[in-house]
């Protein structure tokens, strides 16, 4: 079974195609992105009309490109899978718009998939797949979620954000030091020269009990010293960047391991884009090596949005048999969808 995958809920338009044989792990046979990051950085953030039109423009060609490489034909699909949601109404329409016209075109079925499921099973796609059950931390630019994850559609909430998501006190904090959009790289970039310790910031929740986040608070602490520091910020920007990614990591980390010893499970699964960021991934690394946990992410290019992951997802879904695939070619997405609610 070959699946095509078809990601536009944001600033990246990503195509993948994926086989499915039997219930063996699903197999990558290529993929294509198209980040709109250079579009949108004159604008400090993304732009939404910008995002769906330049979807627009990059769906086709970079579908022709995955067949082409996989050595295939729309004909030989079996499957289109898109993103239904959360995201952008605009972006999201043009992804799903196109799957059901090829659908359509093709007589072939159509499968929506949940944006952050993708995420979620995306380290299948690593080198080295994790099995179920796990618990998992999911950090990208809107959601910031601890779950427990039993298998393909199993998932229960654990803990989750009440304010900003992870990426996004990493992508306020970087715009209040003038370091652009996306923040989270480039804030992270220039902590590895700055000294984790130079600033006192707030690490909210950390005691709190539960295994909820709360980021906004950090932001605001953010702003308040780089205008205390004035003058000084140019000097200090890198101490403040590191000082800030402690924070933001160590709150990860703590409610992470929590949410290990709480459920008794052995296996941490980490997606999302701030998965990306290197002093999280050496610090759990670190902490659940000594604890005798397995850790698992995405491939680094597979962290941040793109097609793979959903052609992944709807395989999976597929396989499970937890979702038929629909020639209802009639569609619509869900800018706001609770992973949980699946
Ligand atoms: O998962 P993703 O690509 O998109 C959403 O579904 O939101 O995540 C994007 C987020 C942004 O907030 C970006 O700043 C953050 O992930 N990010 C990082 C890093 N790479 C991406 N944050 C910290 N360190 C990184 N290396
Ligand atoms: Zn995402």
Redo the contacts with the bound molecule.
């Keep these: 079974m070959l699946v095509l995958g078809i990601e536009s809920?944001?600033d990246e338009t990503g195509i993948a195609l994926v086989r499915a044989d039997g219930a063996a792990l699903p197999m990558l046979l290529a993929h294509a992105l198209h980040s709109q990051i250079e579009m949108h950085q004159a604008y400090g953030g993304v732009v939404p009309e910008l995002a769906s039109r330049d979807h627009i423009r990059r769906v086709l060609p970079l579908t022709r490109q995955v067949l082409e490489e996989a050595a295939h034909t729309l004909q030989d699909v079996d499957v289109v899978a898109y993103t239904r949601g959360p995201g952008l109404a605009g972006a999201l329409l043009v992804g799903a718009g196109v799957a059901c016209a090829l659908g359509a075109a093709l007589g072939k079925p159509v499968l929506g998939v949940h944006?952050l499921e993708g995420?979620l099973l995306s380290p299948f796609l690593s080198a080295d797949p994790p099995e179920f059950p796990f618990v998992a931390l999911l950090v990208?630019?809107?959601?910031s979620q601890l779950m427990r994850v039993d298998g393909v559609g199993r998932y229960e909430m654990l803990g989750e954000t009440i304010d900003d998501a992870a990426?996004?006190a990493?992508?306020k904090s970087a715009k209040l030091m003038g370091l652009g959009y996306?923040?989270?790289?480039a804030?992270?970039r220039l902590a590895e020269q700055g000294d984790p310790a130079a600033f006192k910031l707030p690490r909210p929740l950390l005691h709190s009990g539960n295994l909820d986040f709360s980021f906004a608070g950090l932001k605001t602490a953010v702003m308040t010293q780089a205008k205390k520091l004035g003058d000084d910020l140019e000097a200090r920007k890198a101490d403040l960047a590191a000082s800030t990614q402690a924070a933001i990591v160590e709150v990860l980390l703590k409610k992470s391991m929590t949410a290990l010893q709480r459920t008794g499970l052995r296996r941490l699964v980490v997606a999302?884009?701030?998965g990306?960021?290197?002093s999280l991934r050496s610090q759990l690394n670190a902490v659940c090596a000594k604890a005798g946990i397995r850790v698992h992410y995405p491939e680094l290019h597979l962290?941040?949005?793109n097609g793979a992951m959903i052609a992944m997802a709807g395989a999976m879904r597929l396989q499970s048999g937890l979702q038929e695939p629909t020639r209802a070619y009639a569609f619509d997405v869900k800018p706001r969808w609770p992973l949980d609610s699946l």
Aim: include cysteine.
């Design positions: 809920s944001c944006h995420h990208s630019g809107g959601h990426g996004e990493f992508d996306p923040g989270g790289p804030l992270s999302g884009g701030v990306a960021n290197k962290c941040t949005d």
